[in-house]
């Protein structure tokens, strides 16, 4: 009898996932939050960030039990269907706060006048209108490669419903969008 090594390692480690700050194994990690100058490194959702050694910012973070009791992270066991939900929701927060600064926060931000409560924010500041819609779109794609992942594994999305709402109150605003029309 012939062992398909490849294929048993593959099936070993399915469910499992790695911490990323030790590299051990395990069937699940903690997930916590963490404005901490470390707690960059090891989000998953900070990997590209260019800011990573003066932000602020709250980090969604997945540890082992060991590693989040060494960094004192405040967390909760999660398998992997888990960890994709909290960033699925997680870049759903972020996406939401985009919708709900081009609606009218940047109204607030740029200190528009009044009378010019109408105007859209590329009539007024076009290069904040480019950084936004940036920001965006880097975010739709963050989401949809969440979305794939659930697709992939053959996982219901958590409130699918969400996806459509966005879309329809973007759209209402004026505004295209990745995730649909």
């Known amino acids: 009898m012939q062992i398909d090594w490849v294929e048993a390692i593959e099936t070993i480690l399915t469910d499992q996932v790695n911490c990323p700050r030790c590299g051990v194994f395990t069937p699940q990690l903690v997930a916590g939050y963490s404005r901490a100058p470390w707690a960059a490194e090891y ?13 602020d910012s709250r980090k969604l973070v997945f540890l082992c039990e060991a590693c989040a009791k060494e960094v004192r992270l405040r967390a909760r066991p999660v398998d992997q ?24 926060y940047w109204q607030e ?23 936004e819609t940036a920001w965006r779109t880097k975010l739709e794609e963050e989401y949809v ?26 759209i209402a605003i004026g505004y295209g969008t990745l995730l649909g029309d």
């Open 81 to 104: 269907e888990g960890m994709m939900s909290l960033l699925l929701n997680d870049c759903r927060k972020d996406l939401e706060e985009c919708l709900d600064y081009l609606a009218d």
């Open 145 to 170: 490669t969440y979305h794939h992942w659930f697709r992939e594994h053959n996982i219901r999305i958590p409130e699918p419903e969400w996806r459509g709402r966005y879309v329809e109150e973007l």
């Open 109 to 131: 931000d740029l200190e528009v006048e009044p009378e010019n409560v109408e105007a859209r924010l590329e009539e007024i500041d076009p290069e904040v209108f480019e950084e």
């Open 43 to 55: 989000a998953p959702r900070c990997q590209n960030c260019t800011h990573k050694e003066d932000c």
